[in-house]
C-alpha cells in the first residue's frame, strides 16, 4: 500500500494491517509470549519500566543498571523465538530491503504505561530504518528532534498501523505518551502491543 502521511520524515502506513490480518499476528504472538514471556527492563537507575517487552529473532533489547543492550538470550535463558513470517513480509514489503531485521521488539502497554522521549541509538548502522507495527489500543505517539531540545509533534497511533523510520528520521527523539484504554477490542485483555523491527549489527 502506499503510505499515508509523512511526519517530521517519519512515514506512516495507516491501516496497513487489516482486521484479519491484525488477529492472525496477535495469534502469532501468543506462541512467542508463551516461550518468551514478557518482563520489565529495568532502567540504568533500577526503576522497572512501565512498559513490559520481550522480542523475536536473533537478539532482544534488554536493560538494567548495567546499561541499556542487545541480549542473544531471553532472561530465562531461552534463545529468542524467530519471528513470525508474516512480520520479514512487512518489513520486506516497507522498506524494500534484502537484509532482514535482526530484532523484533515486543512492548507490552497497560493503561499506565508509557515511554519517555529517547533514540535508538543501541545498533550499529543507523543507515538501516527502524520499522514499527501498532496493535491495540490508541496510542499518543511523539516526535522531536535529533537535538534533544525543540518543538515536538504529536500523532494517535492506531491498531494497524505502520511507522517507517528511516533516513534523517532515524535518529529522531520519540516516545509514547499515553495509550487510550479501551479504545480497541484486539487484545482480550486490552492494552497496546508495539512491535519494532531493527538491523542490530
Ligand atoms: C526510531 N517504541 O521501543 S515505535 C522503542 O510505540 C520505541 O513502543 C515506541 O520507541 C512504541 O524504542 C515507538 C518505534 C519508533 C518510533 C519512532 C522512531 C522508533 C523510532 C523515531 C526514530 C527512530
Ligand atoms: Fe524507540
Known amino acids: 500500500m502506499q503510505k499515508t502521511l509523512t511526519i517530521r520524515g517519519a512515514d506512516l502506513y495507516q491501516g496497513y494491517l487489516d482486521p484479519e490480518a491484525q488477529q492472525a499476528l496477535v495469534d502469532a504472538l501468543r506462541e ?32 538494567d543498571r548495567k546499561g541499556y543492550r542487545y541480549e542473544p ?10 519471528i513470525p513470517a508474516m512480520v520479514l513480509d512487512l518489513w520486506r514489503d516497507v522498506t524494500g530491503l534484502a537484509r ?23 545498533e550499529a548502522d543507523f ?11 490508541d496510542a499518543l505517539f511523539r516526535l ?3 537535538a534533544r531540545s525543540g518543538a515536538t509533534e504529536s500523532i494517535w497511533l492506531t491498531s494497524g498501523d505502520v511507522v517507517v523510520l528511516g533516513g534523517d528520521a532515524r535518529l529522531i527523539h520519540h516516545g509514547i505518551d499515553r495509550v487510550r484504554p479501551g479504545s480497541s477490542q484486539l487484545l482480550p485483555k486490552g492494552g497496546r502491543i508495539n512491535l519494532t523491527l531493527r538491523v542490530v549489527d
Open 127 to 137: 543507515s538501516m530504518p527502524v520499522v514499527s507495527i501498532s496493535l491495540g489500543d
Open 73 to 82: 538470550r531471553h532472561p530465562s535463558g531461552v534463545v529468542w523465538p524467530a
Open 100 to 122: 532482514e531485521p535482526d530484532c523484533c521488539l515486543i512492548n507490552y502497554y497497560g493503561a499506565d504505561a508509557k515511554m519517555g522521549m529517547h533514540q535508538d541509538k543501541d
Open 32 to 63: 512467542i509470549i508463551r516461550a518468551a514471556p514478557f518482563f520489565r527492563p529495568e532502567t540504568r537507575w533500577g526503576k522497572p519500566m512501565s512498559v513490559r517487552m520481550t522480542a523475536a529473532g536473533r537478539y532482544g533489547w534488554f536493560s
Open 144 to 146: 522531536g528532534n535529533v
